[in-house]
């Protein structure tokens, strides 16, 4: 460990000053608190024992690998941690991994937490969501994707402990059901965000028993739910109106045109719909809602979406002026003629990121329209169209944005669109 600065001295000068006979406590978490980046309050701890217990003291989040006595050491020294991340990697897992021994030192021991990560713990049972709910009240956020030994029972407990849960995320969490939404909607009415994506036992009604108690959802993932549809969609358009922003519906087959309708009556202030794969999704809904969400709709992703043609599309572009990412993979209808009423519009639409692979009926004239109208452009997805490839780009001198990636042949890795 270093020794405590010195101020001052030499042959020359007066007698050195220690800092740490000058500053006091306050003014040094005032130090602290100024310095925004992770390496710097990491380098503050390195000064000396004084400066490193500060640091400790004052630390919020804290990633940490699992053990019950590495734990309950770390919670000794960082007593006001609010974050812990003990997710595990996808790739690479260590063994035994995070326990339900360790989720009983975290619920004694990090009374103050209020974020916790643990996803890709698939270690973890029923028993250690028990201690949880027991012993964390503040609890606000909780990650659990891919635990799937979960269920129902250890689920429930979390949410008759934790009343204040804003954030909650159980992909792939196979084994839960509609029960635990019942229990959501009966102990947690300040759920914002809620993930259940690839959740296949849960049903119309437990959608419809979770938007009864809870109606302040930002965002709700329901993407590879097969059984949900129009029914329990259409009641979350209509007890979260006001609040909802992000709607995931991926490879849900059974939603179709009354879902949208129903969101482009009721959810003016959406952001974010993905309807990928839901094949019985048409023009007509699409309109509405283009006209409905015209002034919010950020990000779009219909891919796979058959009967899509150039009336929503054409709609879609005139309307939603504010429109970042947009996904139209595989849809076949869709032609030239869809994007040809954009040359009459003066205004450059806002698109960031665009997917049109597997458009067959979509050439690099259409294309060049998209490029005159999209200087913003930071990734386009041409894979797979029969009509344009990179040479028939380069013989029409077609002018990418300087920024732009483009993928003719898919050895681009995709950016995160949230689509």
Known sequence: MSAPIVVGG????????????????????????????????????LVCKRWLALQSAERRRLAARAGPHMLAMLAARFGRVVELDLSQSVSRSFYPGVTDADLAVVARKFKRLKVLNLSHCKGITDKGMLEIGDGLSTLQSLDVSFCRKLTDRGLEAVARGCHDMR??????????????????????PNLEELVLEGCTNIT???????????QKIKLLD????????????????KSCSSSLRTLKLLDCCKVGDQSVLSLASFCMGLETLVVSG???????????????????LKTLGMNWCLNVSDLSLSSILAQCRYLEALDIGCCEEVTDAAFQGLASVEDVLSLKFLKISNCPNITVTGLGIILDKCRSLEYLDLRSCPHISKTACDE????????????????????????
Not at 206 to 213: A, E, H, K, P, Q
Not at 222 to 237: F, R
Not at 278 to 296: Q, V
């Open 10 to 45: 030499g042959e020359a000068g007066p007698p050195g000053v220690c800092i740490n006979d000058v500053l006091t406590d306050d003014e040094l978490r005032s130090v602290l608190a100024r310095l925004e980046s992770e390496k710097d309050r990491e380098i503050f701890g």
């Open 167 to 188: 954030t909650l995320h159980l992909a792939s969490c196979r084994a839960v059901s509609d029960v635990l939404l019942l229990g959501l909607s009966r102990n947690c």
């Open 396 to 419: 029409a001198m077609l002018r990418f944005p300087d920024c732009c990636k483009v993928n003719y042949v898919g050895r681009l890795s995709e950016p995160d669109m949230k689509l």
């Open 278 to 296: 839901c094949r019985d999704i048409s023009d007509e809904s699409l309109k509405s809602l283009a006209a409905a969400c015209g002034n919010s």
């Open 222 to 237: 329901v993407s590879k739910c097969s059984n949900v549809g129009d029914v329990g969609i259409s009641n979350v358009a």
């Open 204 to 214: 119309d009604q437990g959608i419809t028993d979770l938007v009864g108690g809870c």
